[in-house]
């Protein structure tokens, strides 16, 4: 199964950019890279997903490498409610055996 | 917008006792799942459904049950609980069945077994 590998933490100071990377060398060619974060005692919440392209919304855009082997996350202006730990995840749909693999996570802190 | 709600949000179990951890959503998603997600660790999926009278094993199912009898409702049964099942659980869902649609996800329900 695909699997992603994030670092366990970074800092950010409030207002700057934050780039959080993600790897994913085994990713297949039809995962989609999907990040999701979370706040402290609530649930999972979704930011931004993509196949090959990069990715803009509201929240972040996603910067997906040439080879896929590799993504990051970026969130342009850093706020205090930015805080949480990031999850890059596979959306992996493999003979119709969802095999869902959440990362490790970063745990992003963000400095005022 | 309700969204995801899972009920109850807080539950303390002694070992080998049975309990129901309800999910209903109101957005008319085909896909639902559950996940447990351990004190420092990442979400692991224990089951998904597709569609009502559809349900499938995730990485780790073993001692939970599901049923899908509805669009809207998916819950999960510990058949005899056992302190290994303390965790967190998150119950998600998403239009369609296509592996690219957002994950909606509920506030959690924090099981302890004693």
């Known amino acids: 199964d695909a699997k992603t590998t994030q670092p366990n933490s970074m800092e950010s100071n409030e207002e700057e950019p934050v780039h959080l990377p993600c790897n994913h060398s085994t990713i297949s060619g039809t995962d989609y890279i999907h990040w999701y974060r979370q706040l402290p005692s609530q649930g999972p919440e979704y930011v931004i997903h993509g196949l090959t392209s990069n990715v803009n919304n509201r929240m972040a855009s996603l910067a997906i490498a040439e080879d896929r082997k590799s993504s990051t996350l970026i969130l342009h202006r850093a706020t205090l409610r930015d805080a949480a730990v990031y999850y890059c995840i596979l959306r992996d749909w493999d003979f119709g055996n969802e095999k869902l693999t959440f990362g490790t996570g970063t745990r992003l802190t963000i400095i005022p | 917008n309700a969204g995801v709600t899972q009920t109850p949000k807080f539950q303390v179990l002694k070992t080998g006792q049975s309990m129901t951890l309800q999910c209903a959503q109101d957005?008319?998603?085909?896909?639902m799942s559950w996940y447990r997600q351990d004190p420092g660790m990442g979400l692991r999926l224990i089951h998904y459904s597709v569609g009502a009278g559809i349900t499938d094993q995730g990485e780790v199912p073993n001692g939970y049950n599901v049923s899908r009898s509805t669009t809207e409702d998916f819950p999960l049964r510990l058949l005899s609980a056992a302190p290994s099942q303390t965790s967190v659980y998150f119950c998600?869902?998403?239009?369609?069945?296509?592996?690219?649609?957002?994950?909606?996800f509920g506030e959690g329900s924090r099981l302890t077994v004693l």
């Open positions: 998600a869902s998403s239009p369609g069945t296509s592996y690219t649609g957002e994950l909606f």
């Open positions: 957005m008319n998603h085909e896909y």
